[in-house]
């Protein structure tokens, strides 16, 4: 199948040429016949599988024709990068169009946001909280709104945007055509979706299965040892760009100081950064000036950088889903990439569920030349330097109570 089976608007089609698309990818495939007939559409595909311009390919056709300096349609994302990114795909495939697109998303200015609205943007890309601000201001007019598309709804519903969610929807009570993209499907989202959505069509791509084209290793190591294996990995692997997740961000600043301690040039991206700072992490890392990233799940939501070549989980995910978005940053649209993950005795009932997931064992691998039994710093079996033990006198005991 090719392109040319969608019948798309040659400027359009132009734009596909532009990003080098040149066969569908199979959501696609799936996902644009209906959306262009104007069927509400579940689609289950991960990141990674081409979704974005599913949904934006029937939008840009279907927005050629019709009033034109209103908003017509709405994409509500779960992250300041993931909306970004969405434009690019819009700017880029509807780059021979006239058509204009406008992210909305907080800790930035609302000026630059209401001069975009008011220069006639036919799509709006948001994240829930800054468009419920533009909503309540009257700084955005959703009444001639066709098409919604709630993109990574799982994430969404994740980070606490379900109540945002439902009052987004409020503000919309005319007919219109509705998309629901999400890797999974939690019982939450299955209600939002039986709820909103008109006799859907649902498209599936490898269900909630990590794509093909990644590889998965496990490396079992101590928890102390895990920053001095990952020096070794890096070294002895030759990677082009390399995403590292941590499980919270204070391990991911403190990871990517280590690295950056240790010669490398990373950078990191967790919720304590202000927008200019996670701005210039992400183009370094998107233009490939910084080939390592350490980051969060949430701070790397929509992250898209084709090249990609390793997903390093410094930290095991929480769940087989965090895993599998995780996973997601690498092997996208075919091409391969590797999973690494750095495992504990603790993280035993993760692994289990995950290898039933992918239904076969994962590979666990040790380096050669590797200390596996240094111990911990401060555990040094030395017992002529046993810390003596400190005697908290009387008088402490409020303060330190106090401290706490
Ligand atoms: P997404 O799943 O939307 O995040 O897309 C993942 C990546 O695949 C993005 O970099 C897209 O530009 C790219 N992509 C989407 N569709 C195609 C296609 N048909 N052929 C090649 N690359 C694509």
């Keep these: 199948m090719n392109f040319e089976t969608f019948n798309l608007h040659p400027s359009i089609m132009a734009g596909v040429r532009a990003l ?37 390919l029937p939008i840009l056709e279907h927005l050629r024709s019709g009033p034109q300096g209103c908003v017509r349609a709405l994409v509500i994302s779960p992250t ?56 309540w201001k009257g700084t955005i007019s959703l009444s001639e709104l066709e098409i919604l598309v709630i993109d990574e709804a799982d994430r969404m519903f994740d980070m606490g945007f379900l109540p945002d969610i439902r009052n987004i929807l409020r503000c919309i009570l005319h007919e219109h055509q509705t998309l629901l993209f999400s890797a999974t499907m939690p019982e939450n989202i299955r209600r939002l979706a039986r709820q909103i959505l008109h006799d859907p069509v649902t498209v599936q791509v490898g269900r909630t299965l990590p794509a093909k084209t990644v590889s998965h290793v496990l490396y079992p190591v101590q928890q102390h ?3 001095e294996l990952l020096k070794k990995i890096l070294d002895g692997t030759q990677t082009e760009s390399v995403l590292i997740f941590t499980r919270t961000k204070h391990r991911a600043e403190r990871v990517a100081q280590q690295l950056v301690r240790a010669g490398y040039r990373v950078t990191s991206l967790q919720g304590n950064l202000s927008q200019n700072q996670r701005q ?22 929509g992250i898209d950088v084709l090249s990609i070549s390793h997903v390093i989980n410094y930290d095991m995910p929480e769940s087989t889903d965090d895993y599998i978005h995780r996973i997601g940053r690498t092997g996208r649209v075919e091409k391969n990439g590797e999973a690494l993950t750095l495992v504990t005795n603790a993280d035993a009932g993760k692994i289990r569920a995950l290898e039933q997931l992918l239904d076969a064992p994962l590979k666990r691998l ?39």
């Design 225 to 227: 040892l895990k920053t």
């Design 20 to 56: 080098g698309y040149s066969i569908p990818t199979p959501i696609q495939v799936q996902a644009i016949p209906p959306i262009m007939q104007g069927r509400d559409v579940i689609g289950l595909a991960q990141t990674g599988t081409g979704k974005t311009a599913a949904f934006v």
């Design 280 to 301: 210039a992490a992400l183009t370094g890392f998107r233009n490939g000036s910084i080939k390592i990233l350490v980051a969060t799940d949430i701070a790397a939501r």
């Design 80 to 135: 300041r990068e993931l909306a970004e990114q969405t434009c690019e795909v819009i700017n880029g495939l509807g780059s021979k169009t006239s058509l204009q697109s406008v992210a909305i998303y907080g800790g930035v200015s609302m000026e630059q946001q209401i001069r975009g609205l008011r220069s006639g943007a036919g799509i709006v890309v948001a994240c829930p909280g800054r468009l419920l601000d533009h909503l």
């Design 366 to 404: 040790t380096l050669q030349g590797f200390d596996y039994t240094r111990p911990a710093p401060d555990t040094e079996p030395c017992l002529s330097q046993q810390p003596r033990r400190r005697v908290v006198r009387r008088h402490e005991i409020g303060r330190q109570t106090a401290m706490r």
